[in-house]
């Protein structure tokens, strides 16, 4: 089983940049799509982005152009860059990797296995 653990969130303020990572172990994601969602205060997790195994890449449309994710599997990680924050981007971020045989990215959470506990991001006006 692949378990993923995030790091790197904390408070940053209006405009400024953060970068979260996702590093996992096991050896069997580097043949499985990973995705990085959220969750605000009070509202819907919902995605922010994914990549494939084949790293081809989406990104929730309306973050593109701020936020950008990337995957080494090397180093066993996922990384989500956020440019350009805002309050509204207040959420937990939560890693996510699909099970056997989920090579391509969904956009449903249903459709990933195993999850990390989050990291708190809180962007301050």
């Known amino acids: 089983q692949v378990r993923v653990a995030e790091s790197g969130g904390g408070v940053v303020q209006a405009g400024g940049s953060m970068r979260l990572t996702c590093t996992a172990s096991?050896?069997?994601?580097?043949?499985?799509?990973m995705a990085w969602f959220r969750r605000p205060p009070g509202e819907e997790r919902e995605l922010v982005a994914a990549?494939?195994?084949?790293?081809?890449?989406f990104v929730n449309e309306f973050l593109t152009g701020r936020f950008a994710i990337s995957r080494d599997d090397a180093k066993k990680t996922l990384d989500l860059q956020m440019n350009g924050l805002k309050p509204d981007d207040t959420a937990v971020y939560t890693c996510a990797v699909r099970g056997p045989g989920g090579a391509d990215y969904s956009t449903r959470g249903s459709d990933y296995a195993s999850w990390g506990l989050g990291t708190q991001v809180t962007v301050s006006s």
């Open positions: 990549v494939s195994s084949d790293g081809r890449k």
């Open positions: 096991g050896t069997m994601f580097i043949n499985r799509a």
